[in-house]
């Protein structure tokens, strides 16, 4: 399965921070929730957001019920303000939906 790039250059004065998101399920559910992430525009709409420097899906080739999600952002200003956003509660939703846990690193 193919990943989506829309990686842009950061700064690294700018103190970029990076968060690496698991969703895991089961039964193929989260590269559903992947797949209607990108269908539906939500993660355009995320890339398109200031401050976005990255967000990239992978699917693992060990473990297929995983998704990750690298997401990137100028700084913590950015991070915070897509926090705010609608989109979060859409993504909460579709996480919902799909019956997904997941794990955040930064």
């Not at 842009?8 to 089961?26: E, F, H, R, V």
């Not at 200031?50 to 952002?73: A, H």
């Amino acid at each position: 399965m193919g990943c989506v790039n829309n990686t842009k250059k950061a700064d690294p004065a700018q103190g970029s921070i990076t968060m690496n998101l698991y969703y895991t399920g089961t039964d193929g559910n989260a590269q559903r929730f992947m797949d209607e992430m990108e269908s539906s525009g939500t993660a355009d709409a995320i890339r398109a957001e200031e401050g976005n420097l990255r967000y990239e899906y992978f699917v693992s080739k060990d473990d297929p019920e995983t998704v990750l999600l690298i997401d990137s952002w100028a700084d913590q200003d950015a991070l915070d303000a897509h926090h705010q956003t609608p989109m979060m509660e859409t993504i909460a939703a579709l996480r919902e939906k799909y019956d997904l846990s997941m794990k955040a690193e930064r």
